[in-house]
């Protein structure tokens, strides 16, 4: 059966938020045609997510439902999302930017590598990303939180439970302030503001949190940008002869007979951290037999993000719990130039929480307690209130933190199906234990400074934001792609967004993703006509 | 089950401290199965959870033990076996709600009328609060439960209504006698404040203004 072609300018693979960052900047700046093209389905509209949240609170259902191909599992850390907006459509919203000992770690810190680009070079971006979003925020002492510019939005003010907390941590000597968030303070961008609903995780109800929907809608309203939906990318292939990708091998979910071929002068993949590397992975041909931009043998490799300790601390303070849970307090106090002895750069963060201080069933003495019963101990246990501590520490990935194709699993078109293998380099692995340990007693001292108690501590194996798998390099020996995401060995092919990051910092990674992602278009969009602003 | 990162903050508030709505509840086979169960399972009938409202709910209640009544057999004859449940950043698993528990419910409801009248020759309804009280706690002799159960996973129907209620934000709001209004849409200029006191003292209205 012949193929369906569909011509254009730019092939973006995927269309999460990393995706919707380079869509509409060059929908934005260039006269330049975009297709978009991604596996999953549309979402509901906005005017259907306060029933849908409603059903997530009363049962725990999934307000997006239909979010994910079910022959499209990974063995190992995945998140199941693969629609329009992608996995940014359940995402908290949290904003941080990296520190500037992020790009440089072994130059200012003696560990992993240093990245092709500075927290300078970033800086702009940074700033768009913000813009584009709106990301409401606070600027921490400029020493310790650096930026050019000041955020779009006024910060998301501190409930009174936060200014509790805040009043306790600046009694410990630690700096805190409003966590920067990609949520309305104010109106912004036809979105509403921030009221509080508080399950900005997994659903904002009134769109007060960005989320990339907001960006598709605008942008297919328009006549530059084309969304396929419901049709998975197989295969990137060069044009005969050459090392430029020609065509992007498509299927329609719907008509997987027919095939689709999107030929573009620029191919731009955003499949984040797993279906990114997999992609090129399975692009395998005769010239490149272990896939595209792969000569060196890194794609896939250095799987990257950070994890993290938390805790519950007893505090002498009337708090309470509810007033806006997911907001929270942060530092990046521990995030600059090590503060330890050994390598360890962490964040902090700070909630209100309801945790040790909920309804029970039974009391001290393990009687059974009903109605009064229940709800007079309750009162006597929340005359104090708990915080929730928690704080990110970097990893330093190992070559062999990797995705690799899986020939004993395989979607429905036959294709492996990723596997995922974290590995800590050696270095990481030493510290892990006393890392974790500096940071528990940090709890404690902080808990002390208020008077208070440590209730508990956990540590997580689970390493968050992952990233990493097309990291960038200097050159080809070093990484799979340059500082703007072009891949060494084809000119027209960028991988944008988390995959090209060389390292997962200590702090959340979307911004991040998001800066990078705008750098590589700024990059892309140098081949076609600029519009007159 | 669900991994961390969609309910973190859930978790560490209200979700974690009640122990409600934070599991996935079962596979995704044996969820097709009790999709048609609950299809043909009559709803529960709000007169029947009354009485048992009035003896295992705080009595600050006063007069919304029937409110409270019709909120939780709305929730339960709202529920849909076999529903997607979330499944957050780093969990591969998909899973679905499980069987309604309404026909479970519906005969531990009948026993504790039977068991009225073999104790007293009433009704349960027509016994005192106390007396009510008294059937439950029997009948909840055997239940290991520490923690506040998830309502659908509540071994009686008694434990399910008290996980409920105390689950609700205006539990929380007679609690700490504020009007926190805990997931309710409420103004963000308003969140320095401290939640202001409830009005009648006994339960918020909820309407937003915290």
């Known amino acids: ?533 | 089950m669900l991994s961390r990162r969609t309910f973190v903050s859930w978790l560490s508030g209200f979700g974690a401290a009640l122990g409600i709505g934070v599991r996935a509840r079962t596979s995704e086979a044996k969820a097709k199965d009790a999709s048609k169960v609950a299809s043909q399972a009559p709803p529960l009938d709000q007169a029947t959870v009354t009485p048992l409202a009035e003896a295992v709910l705080p009595g600050e209640l006063g007069a919304g033990f029937a409110r409270v009544s019709r909120g939780f057999t709305q929730w339960i004859n709202d529920y849909r076996a076999g529903a997607e449940l979330v499944h957050p950043y780093g969990s591969t698993n998909l899973q679905r709600t499980g069987e309604s528990p309404v026909g479970r419910w519906r005969t531990q409801l009948a026993q504790l009328d039977r068991d009225a009248q073999t104790n007293h020759h009433k009704a349960f309804g027509a016994l005192t609060r106390d007396q009510r009280r008294e059937i439950v706690v029997s009948a909840l002799g055997t239940e290991r439960t520490n923690r506040m159960p998830d309502p659908l996973d509540a071994g009686h129907v008694a434990l399910a209504l008290v996980a409920w209620y105390f689950a609700q934000p205006e539990a929380a709001n007679l609690c700490y006698q504020a009007k926190i209004d805990r997931n309710q849409c409420r103004p963000l200029v308003n969140a320095p404040r401290q939640p202001l006191p409830l009005v009648d003292g006994r339960r918020s209205m909820g309407d937003g203004r915290s």
């Open chain 1, 1 to 533: 059966m012949s193929a369906r072609v569909i011509e254009t300018d730019v092939c973006i693979v995927g269309s999460g938020i990393t995706a919707a960052m380079v869509a509409e900047k060059l929908a934005d700046e260039r006269n330049v045609r975009v297709v978009v093209v991604e596996a999953g389905d549309d979402m509901p509209p906005v005017q259907d997510w306060y029933r849908l949240r409603k059903r997530f609170l009363d049962y725990g259902e999934s307000p997006w439902p239909s979010d994910h191909l079910d022959d499209a599992s990974v063995e190992g850390i995945q998140s199941r999302s693969m629609c329009v907006g992608g996995l940014a459509m359940h995402w908290g919203g949290v904003t941080p930017r990296f520190s500037p000992e992020d790009f440089q770690l072994k130059s200012s810190c003696g560990v992993g590598d240093d990245w092709p680009i500075t927290y300078d070079d970033l800086d702009p971006f940074y700033q768009e990303a913000e813009e584009r979003m709106g990301v409401s925020g606070e600027q921490g002492p400029a020493d310790i939180d650096p930026r050019g510019k000041a955020f779009p939005l006024p910060k998301l003010p501190l409930s009174y439970n936060l200014e509790q907390l805040h009043g306790w941590v600046s009694g410990a000597g630690i700096p805190m302030w409003s966590q920067p968030s990609a949520k309305n303070s104010v109106p912004y961008k036809g979105r509403s503001a921030c009221c509080r609903n508080d399950t900005c995780t997994p659903i904002c109800p009134v769109g007060a949190k960005y989320s990339p929907d907001a960006t598709w809608r605008t942008l297919r309203s328009g006549k530059q940008v084309t969304l396929l939906t419901r049709t998975l990318v197989r295969r990137l292939v060069l044009a005969a002869g050459t090392d430029r990708i020609e065509v992007a091998q498509a299927v329609s979910r719907d008509r997987p007979a027919e095939p689709i071929e999107i030929r573009a002068r620029t191919f731009v993949v955003a499949g984040g951290y797993v279906w990114s590397s997999h992609l090129l992975l399975l692009s395998q041909s005769t010239r490149f037999p272990n896939g595209l931009a792969n000569k060196s043998g890194l794609v896939g490799k250095y799987l990257t993000g950070h994890r993290n300790v938390s805790g519950f601390v007893s505090l002498p303070l009337k708090l309470y719990p509810g007033l806006n849970e997911q907001h929270s307090l942060v530092s990046k106090h521990f995030m600059r130039k090590p503060r330890y002895d050994r390598y360890l750069r962490h964040d902090l963060r700070v909630w209100e929480s309801a945790v040790d201080k909920g309804p029970r069933l039974r009391n001290d003495a393990n009687e059974l307690m009903l109605g009064d019963a229940i709800l007079g101990d309750w009162r006597d246990r929340t005359k104090t209130g708990t915080a929730r501590v928690r704080c990110y520490y970097d990893v330093t990935p190992a070559r062999d933190s990797e995705l690799t194709l899986d020939a004993s699993r395989k979607n429905a078109l036959g294709d492996p199906l990723p596997k995922l293998a974290w590995r800590d380099a050696e270095s990481s692995r030493e510290l892990r234990g006393w890392q974790e340990d500096q940071i528990k007693a940090l709890f404690e001292s902080l808990a002390r400074a208020g008077n208070g108690r440590l209730i508990r501590t956990a540590s997580d194996s689970f390493q968050d934001h992952p990233a990493g798998g097309c990291r960038m390099g200097k050159d080809a020996s070093t990484g799979v792609v340059d500082s703007w995401g072009r891949a060494f060995e084809h000119q027209n092919l960028f991988v944008v967004g988390a995959p090209t990051m060389v390292s997962g910092s200590c702090a959340n990674g979307t911004l991040t993703f998001c800066a990078l992602s705008l750098r590589s278009a700024a990059e892309i969009g140098k081949e076609f006509p600029g519009k007159r602003m």
